[in-house]
């Protein structure tokens, strides 16, 4: 089976590198890649792909690569989900199927994509925008029939558990952010992990999967950690406490409230007590009460195999 990637960055050279690993059980080639600044690789027959100049169009590179499912790991953009919006309808448009792994078009147009997909017979995943490759959308999906939710919290932001990390061994938040970006974790605009947008589009992502929200990041009541420095949290460990960037969703009277926080947790609180770039995340239920699911020092690899097991999942079902 063909696939066509949008974006070429760690994510998807980690997707690239996995799919090699895996070809003997998995015989998937990427026939395309589409980038911003490194113009755009198509693959001829029994040779390597070839980056030449940049596509003129996503219609024209999605044409030319004739794959079967088209990959959309561009970017995030918080405020409004493009171009990665216009990718995936582009794709959809010429029959594609679609994973992505930017939450930026769950967060802003999950509905309309959902129901473009299902008018035109056609799988649309997305389970690596929240949680990497842990099962979430996918758990909910395919395990738990007939419940419906009511309400979430998670500690989902990586890049700020490393943050947080350096600034009690008293770094800046700046050196957080370096090392958070040369493990491949960050945003490409890391001010989005640090001002809370990337928790917010998680947030709007969840609540509008599992909760039928249709709500934006800018539904999300948001705070990121920016205020922080190595003396406060000196202090708050001196007391047991840890700051940590959580999620939190709930059914109210007056409809589904969303908010992201530093908050101040005791250091043995669930949402505080994984480790490292380790994500939390308990969903509340009616009928199953609150469940969880944790994912233990995920990195790209992680992303990566999110978007496989939607690719595996997609050539099952074809
Ligand atoms: N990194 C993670 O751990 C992680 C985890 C979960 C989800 N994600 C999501 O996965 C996506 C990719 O993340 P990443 O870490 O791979 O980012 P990245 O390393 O910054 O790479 C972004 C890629 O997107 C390309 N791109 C940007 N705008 C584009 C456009 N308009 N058209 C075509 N290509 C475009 C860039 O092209 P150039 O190379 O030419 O600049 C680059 O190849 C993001 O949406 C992110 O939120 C990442």
């Known amino acids: ?30 026939s395309g890649i589409h980038t911003l600044n490194h113009g755009t690789a198509y693959k001829p027959p029994d040779k390597p ?13 999605i044409a030319k690569c004739r794959a079967e499912v088209v990959i959309e790991i561009t970017s995030l953009d918080p405020t409004a989900g493009e171009p990665a919006i216009s990718h995936i309808r582009a794709a959809f448009a010429q029959g594609k199927h679609v994973i992505t792994a930017n939450k930026g078009p769950i967060a802003h147009a999950y509905r309309a994509l959902k129901a473009e997909a299902t008018a035109r017979q056609l799988m649309f995943r997305y389970e690596s925008t929240v949680m990497d490759g842990a ?7 395919n395990t738990l029939p007939g419940v419906k939710i009511t309400g979430f919290c998670g500690a989902l932001n990586s890049t700020t558990k490393v943050v947080i990390e350096e600034l009690k061994k008293g770094h800046t938040i700046e050196d957080g952010v370096r090392l958070a970006q040369q493990m491949g974790i960050a945003e490409t605009d890391a001010s989005y992990d640090i001002d809370g947008w990337d928790s917010a589009a998680k947030t709007a992502a969840l609540a509008n999967v599992l909760m039928d929200a249709n709500v934006t990041p800018q539904d999300v009541d948001r705070r990121g950690i920016g205020q922080l420095t190595p003396e406060k949290v000196a202090d708050m460990v001196s007391k047991g406490k840890t700051p940590v960037l959580v999620s939190r969703a709930r059914t109210t009277a007056e409809g589904i409230r969303l908010r992201v926080r530093s908050e ?8 505080a007590s994984v480790h490292g770039t380790s994500n939390v995340l308990m969903i509340d239920t009616d009928l199953m009460g609150t469940i969880g699911t944790v994912s233990i020092t995920p990195g790209v690899e992680q992303t990566a195999y999110g978007l496989f ?10």
Do not use: C, H
Not at 8 to 17: C, I
Not at 264 to 271: F, P, Y
């Open 49 to 61: 792909l070839e980056f030449g100049p940049r596509a003129e169009s996503i219609e024209e590179f």
């Open 135 to 141: 099962p979430v959308f996918n758990m909910v999906a």
């Open 264 to 271: 101040v947790l005791d250091q043995t609180d669930l949402l």
């Open 1 to 30: 089976m063909k696939v066509a990637l949008i974006g070429n960055g760690n994510v998807g050279k980690a997707f690239a590198r996995l799919l090699e690993s895996q070809r003997s059980r998995y015989p998937f080639r990427i």
């Open 309 to 318: 097991s939607d690719l595996v999942d997609i050539a099952k079902n074809l």
